[in-house]
């Protein structure tokens, strides 16, 4: 199906050998999935040829590697990161290697983070420290982070050593940034801090969301075209809004998605308490005392998995069975009640829902994520480049940061 | 202490400014303790320059990162890395920035091993993740990670573009294999597989500590020496040997160390159940059904902290105090002892400990480890370099790797 696509129009002399872009002229919705398909195909194959095959460390390191690269995802930032270096002028070649580093650290810290987040599902499967457990996903989430340098050195032998090393320092540069939004984030857990203002999130969003999937792909792309510092100005402010929208509407389907298109557990970020747009403008706008529980409720850790309990469930049932005494029980109730009441319940959850849905805090993200999409797209339409699917899927971008059902 | 040495004799002529190595007719062991100190500091320094400074993300990742780096420890890497580059006539400036690289690169891979194994103490103090919570122990060793690239590229300005990129292959080289040293080793954990050869051991050994601790500081300083393909050979040779001495070393001191200077838990191999040579020695020497109980010990995890089990105790105490019938105790004790069961505890340790000495492995250990000591030390006799301290230290370190207590 995907080498079976017809090539003609306006983007022919756009294509090398091995692309099969979008037609330019079909609609952005289409355009812009068929472009991430093919996007995503080049730069599978890519990842698959620079994994290393060794039986002895196939099944706990290897294979693992391709486990989250291989599962359904929408790949947006090689495809930002190929579309930039197309656009402006670069070749497929001289970008497809830095496209793919790309996915594959964000991969691996996909792995980090489901780890230090405790999720249990990625891309509508179980995660990698459920499937392995945490020591061996670790330890594959550095191993991607290492051999993603080999091919950023390869590099230069496409693009000589400058602008090799500049890719390395943008890379570089985006792991530093995001480490740092994710040590943002982790302090307020730590604290339990829920009294923060927008230009909080900002902050936290461009280092966590605009570098890592916006500016330094983009950035990217337009060094291995030899990009101008015009267009990298341009990129880079484009791309901070970008990041800003993306976010926000990821903030929005986590709580109003289509739970079969959506493929990730619904209300996920109120269980865990995440920092978002939409909980800091309900918890403004609601008054003193439900902000107060809604606090304590956010403070909470979400429950664990109740498998590892056999314990309590065996007392609960001798109790029902009257074989344990009330002298016992009332010793023993408490400390098993205390277990569950410091964990959030739904009904606590469904309170922080019922909370964000009477606030209007729903409408007034995806509003401020419109507006910055709009900024985004006003930006891009600027860019000095010629007609090309490139070019198009980029001015497009923003429409699908606040379109994406998933 | 350390600016008031004095510099005189031989030696002067390899000193730089900022530099105050040992004497070179000093005492062997003096003279490498000196070198390791000297280094440390130099290193310390060079890693503080690095780290930035940044209120907002101080106390959950910056100050964290320095933690492990400023705890006491030998800082053998980038000495051997220092001495080799200053023995084949490199300049102290070319190879700091690598050297310090190197030690902040082993600083990150720590935390993550300690997360890994579970580890509760590092350098003699509570390891990073049971002071601050696994989440944020793992985003600082991936901070720390991305942190280290910045000077390997600003190697370039010292070093030129070449020597720069060699340097950064050699350190995505190491990278790799010691996860895969790391896979070996999980792969095993994760069978229970004890039926190991020494062929085995020698090749995790290869990968997790000959790579790490010596291969890559030594190649990485001779490149920043810009010595030749003889030198290079002759050193990786004698590295490989190095780690191995190194590495059997350490099991042994693991099993056998005066605790005072170990700094270490003892027996903590044991407790994790470690594919060392001793235990495979030990293995291969006792009956079958000595080895069938030692497997089956070796498998059981580690005691689990006890503090969370508040709930087993106080039903242990309300059955000692006759609170809880015979028929609630008749389903209850068979869950409480199962988990209990599952674990290794004190005696099967002892058992463990007793099979090795019977054995006598720890003096076959002990042989092993200085056999490929000699040989490392007459490989490195075989370099082509004038006297200097920092020839001295590299020649004396296969020594070291036999002789010292922790």
């Not at 050593?161 to 857990?189: D, T």
């Not at 902050?203 to 792909?217: A, D, E, N, W």
């Not at 402010?237 to 998605?257: E, K």
Request: aromatic letters at 6%.
């Amino acid at each position: 199906m995907y080498a079976a696509r017809v090539l003609h129009g306006a983007a022919v002399e756009e294509r090398e050998s091995g692309e099969a872009w979008a037609e330019l002229d079909s609609p952005l919705p289409e355009l812009i999935s068929t472009y991430l398909a093919d996007c995503r195909n080049l730069v599978i194959d890519e990842i698959k040829s620079f994994v290393p095959s060794d039986s002895r460390y196939q099944s706990v390191l290897y294979d693992l590697m391709l486990d989250y690269p291989l599962r359904e995802a929408k790949a947006l930032r090689p495809a930002l990161c190929i579309a930039t270096c197309r656009a402006l002028g670069g070749s497929l070649r001289g970008v497809l290697k830095s496209a793919a580093t790309l996915e594959f650290y964000h991969n691996a810290f996909l792995i980090h983070d489901d780890i230090e987040d405790g999720s249990e599902k990625r891309r509508d499967r179980p995660t990698l420290h459920l499937l392995h457990g945490a020591p061996i996903a670790l330890n594959v989430g550095d191993a991607m982070l290492a051999l993603a340098l080999e091919p950023m050195l390869d590099n230069t032998r496409v693009l000589g050593l400058g602008k090799s090393l500049r890719i390395l320092q943008c890379v570089a540069r985006m792991a530093r940034e995001s480490a740092e939004g994710q040590a943002l984030e982790l302090a307020w857990i730590r604290a339990g801090e829920f009294g923060l203002e927008e230009r909080d999130y900002a902050l936290m969003v461009h280092k966590k969301t605009s570098f890592y999937t916006f500016i330094t792909p983009m950035r990217v792309g337009a060094i291995a075209a030899n990009a101008g510092e015009r267009e990298l100005a341009l990129l880079g402010r484009a791309a901070t809004l970008l990041g800003l929208a993306f976010q926000i509407q990821d903030d929005v389907l986590n709580l109003s998605a289509d739970e079969a298109a959506y493929g990730k557990e619904l209300n996920g970020d109120l269980w865990e308490g995440k920092h978002t747009l939409i909980l800091m403008h309900a918890l403004a706008k609601c008054d003193a005392s439900e902000r107060a529980r809604a606090v304590e409720i956010l403070r909470k850790p979400r429950p664990l998995p109740r498998a590892s309990n056999g314990l309590h469930a065996t007392l609960f049932q001798l109790r029902a069975e009257g074989m344990l005494s009330d002298t016992a029980w009332r010793v023993l109730a408490p400390q098993l009640e205390s277990q569950y009441s410091s964990e959030k319940s739904a009904e606590e959850v469904a309170f922080l829902s019922e909370l964000i849905r009477r606030s209007g805090a729903l409408e007034y993200a995806r509003s401020a994520a419109a507006m910055r999409a709009r900024r985004a797209r006003r930006l891009m339409n600027g860019l000095t480049a010629r007609s090309s699917v490139h070019l198009r899927f980029l001015q497009g971008v923003a429409d699908f940061a606040i379109a994406r059902d998933r």
